[in-house]
């Protein structure tokens, strides 16, 4: 049974969360506007700073990780698995595992290769895998050989599937890649042992806070699905945080 309390959480949670959404409208707006205003290195003539490239992914010396829902190859990879817990409006998400990891690639376009070392970088992907079980719907079979070796089960209260919720985001071979980065120093070459200009360079986070960007969309998709997360940031964020501002008032009687 619900508390006389909750309306007025609920309108403070919304609150919070409606300025949460209104500053992340305006992070977007800032990294929109600085895509649009940086042009596109090609790989041989990047010079150290901040730069944008947009090429294939190539294994470095051939390192590669093996996802762990989908068992694919892969440079990088994140995933979850989550149990919905819970009934009627208190029902929610827990995660039962989750994980993160990722290796050093080379970035290639027509005129070179780049090494790109991705930690720390913000990773705007789409899902690879985005998948429910529930009463009378199995998981994938890789789903399913997953959840054997990790030790956990779709199974609940006698042999029913549970309602689990399955996510996993992969850089693999050969996928195409828009970075906006730094170029440093590439710690794995001697300085000036390069033979080419891009051999002494690695693409990674900077050191003062520079802004560091991976996603599997080319500039034009970025920017649109940029523009519209600005929007829906600054304006559905400034909406929620002044309707329950609203209510608020109202349930203190405070007019």
């Known amino acids: 049974m619900a508390s006389d309390g909750d309306p007025i959480i609920y309108a403070g949670a919304g609150f919070f969360g409606g300025l949460y959404l209104f500053y992340k409208g305006f ?10 205003n940086m042009p596109t290195s090609k790989v041989r003539a990047i010079a150290m700073g901040l730069v944008e490239v947009y090429g294939e992914v190539v294994p470095y010396e051939k390192k590669l990780l ?7 190859d892969c440079v990088y990879y994140s995933y979850s698995i989550q149990e919905e817990r819970g009934s009627g409006k208190h029902r929610h998400w827990v995660t039962l595992k989750s994980g993160r990891e990722m290796v050093h690639f080379y970035l290639k376009d027509n005129t070179g290769e780049v090494l790109v070392d991705p930690e720390g ?48 985001y992969l850089v693999e071979p050969k996928d195409k890649l828009y970075i906006l980065g730094v170029a440093g120093d590439n710690p794995f070459v001697e300085d000036t042992k390069g033979q080419k200009n891009e051999e002494d360079i690695m693409i990674q986070k900077g050191k003062h806070g520079d802004i ?44």
Not at 27 to 36: A, Q, V
Request: aromatic residues 10%; positive net charge.
């Open 27 to 36: 992070t977007w707006l800032k990294l929109k506007k600085l895509i649009e």
């Open 66 to 72: 093996k996802s762990p829902l989908l068992d694919k």
């Open 121 to 168: 970088a913000t990773v705007d992907m789409k899902a690879d895998l985005n998948v429910t079980s529930s009463l009378g719907k199995d998981p994938p079979a890789a789903v399913m050989q997953a959840l054997k070796r990790m030790k956990l089960s779709h199974d609940g209260f006698l042999g029913m599937n549970k309602t689990m919720r399955y996510t996993e």
């Open 212 to 255: 560091y960007y991976l996603s599997d969309r080319n500039e034009k998709e970025l920017l649109k699905s940029l523009k519209w997360k600005s929007i829906g940031g600054v304006i559905g964020g400034a909406v929620l945080s002044l309707f329950c501002l609203t209510l608020i008032i109202a349930y203190f009687g405070l007019w």
